[in-house]
């Protein structure tokens, strides 16, 4: 399936779903008129980095906060935000 009609979206949405995780991109044909190019969106995770988060969280300088501050300072923002 390379290309796809406008009544053929309706009728053939899991064979499109099929191509589109497959990696393949799809023209979308309207009245003998390439209108659209329908690509699959590529989904790339950036992995986590411990030590680059630890220098952010110390360039930040952010105070320590006890349990109860915490649950402090959560409660006055869940009353101002929801009365």
Request: glycine share 2%; net charge positive; no cysteine.
């Amino acid at each position: 399936m390379q290309v796809i009609s406008t009544t053929q979206l309706r009728t053939k949405s899991k064979e499109l779903l099929k191509v589109l995780e497959a990696g393949h991109s799809v023209d979308l044909i309207h009245r003998s008129r390439v209108v659209a190019e329908i690509k699959p969106k590529i989904y790339d995770p950036k992995p986590f980095d411990p030590e680059k988060f630890l220098k952010i969280v110390k360039k930040l300088n952010l105070p320590k906060l006890s349990y109860k501050e915490r649950e402090k300072r959560y409660r006055a923002a869940m009353m101002k935000k929801h009365g």
